[in-house]
């Protein structure tokens, strides 16, 4: 167990800092670059950097929830209460960004910030958001039962 925690632990790093260059690096500079590329567009700027830089705080909410599931994990208590709860809060902020990302998908459009493409496009992630939710609880409720089911039987002589 002790293995398979530290694996969990070194691709929550990894992914923490994948986002921070994908947000902080890799976006920015492509936005400028458009910006520059498309000086009629540069209105855009801000406000899709500011909904993309929002879109990251849910992300790395369900890193810090995936880092106390790799914990309890590593606490030999894999079927927990605490690991259910911290996967249930990883499905609502699944939730959370999905909407929030939808909506702002929309408003961006309905503002004349987007076209059609990249609208049509960015709703792709929000189908992905919902499927991450929808495995996010799912596996809630199994370890909440299996975690049930171990307290039953520690009680059983």
Not at 121 to 150: P, W
């Amino acid at each position: 167990m002790k293995k398979l925690s530290v694996t969990l632990e070194l691709s929550i790093v990894g992914m923490a800092l994948c986002g921070f260059l994908l947000y902080f690096g890799a976006i920015p500079i492509f936005a400028l670059s458009m910006r520059t590329a498309y000086p009629e567009f540069a209105n855009r700027f801000w406000p899709w950097l500011a909904f993309l830089w929002g879109s990251a705080l849910p992300c790395y909410g369900v890193l810090f929830y995936g880092w106390r599931v790799a914990n309890e994990i590593k606490k030999e208590n894999a079927f927990s209460r605490e690991n259910a709860v911290s996967l249930h809060m990883v499905a609502l902020l699944a939730v959370v960004d999905t909407v929030y990302f939808a909506i702002g998908n929309i408003i961006l459009f309905l503002l004349s910030m987007s076209h059609p493409g990249i609208a049509l496009g960015l709703m792709a992630v929000c189908v992905v958001g919902v499927i991450v939710a929808a495995v996010a609880n799912t596996l809630s409720k199994l370890i909440a039962e299996a975690a049930r089911l171990r307290e039953e039987q520690d009680l059983t002589i």
